[in-house]
């Protein structure tokens, strides 16, 4: 019987972390393909990341249900109880980076055409990449247990936070601008949902050293 619950909890395991890994890819193409539709104004790209949501929404529900029927009927312990606890956590935290891919589609949407300013510009092209970086570096730490990778993926998303800053006082030196007035909006906003990618990203990687070791999150 004992044997039997090994091989049910660590089967179980396995398919919650390769789950969370196909489902952080899903969701880290939903977030390129959201900013590369703001980038060219492409409202056909747009409307399929808001949906492609819905198999977001379904796959991490799914997740969630694994999570939850492991530690009902496996009683889990030690490591094992917590990495199923942290991936709940994950599976929201990716959730949420989704529900940005959206937002950042309906943007695009909703945007007026006007001019770009560069200097916002060159700022968002450093921040896009940076964001998506952090969030796969971090899922792959979850995933392997890679305490040091962890720990660079939270480095990417604090630069993205200052990149944040960055952008935000560029913006204040154009906000008298009118010609660009619906670009600088839409780019603020763009920044802001960027760098809530990289505090889920950040997130997620401070729980790596919780699972490997049972030490304090990083």
Excluded: Y
């Amino acid at each position: 019987m004992a044997t039997e619950s090994a091989s049910g909890i660590s089967g179980g395991i396995d398919q919650l972390r390769n789950g969370l890994i196909e489902v952080a890819s899903v969701i880290v193409g939903q977030v390129e393909r959201a900013v590369d539709a703001w980038e060219n104004q492409d409202h056909a790209e747009a409307a399929a990341v808001i949906a492609g949501d819905d198999e977001v929404d379904a796959r991490c529900k799914d997740l969630e249900r694994l999570a939850f029927d492991l530690v009902l009927l496996q009683a889990p312990k030690a490591h094992d109880l917590r990495l199923i606890h942290t991936g709940l956590i994950i599976t929201v935290a990716l959730e949420r980076v989704g529900d940005l891919a959206v937002a950042i589609a309906h943007r695009v949407e909703a945007m007026e055409p006007s001019r770009p300013i560069p200097e916002v510009d060159a700022l968002l092209k450093r921040m896009e990449p940076r964001a998506i970086s952090a969030l796969s570096q971090a899922v792959q730490a979850f995933a392997r247990e890679d305490t040091g990778l962890a720990i660079v993926a939270r480095s990417d998303a604090r630069s993205v936070q200052d990149l944040l800053e960055g952008v935000m006082q560029a913006a204040s030196h154009h906000a008298a601008d009118q010609d660009s007035a619906p670009w600088l909006a839409s780019a603020v906003l763009l920044a802001r949902h960027l760098e809530r990618v990289s505090n889920n990203a950040a997130e997620i990687a401070g729980r790596v050293r919780f699972v490997a070791e049972g030490g304090d999150p990083i």
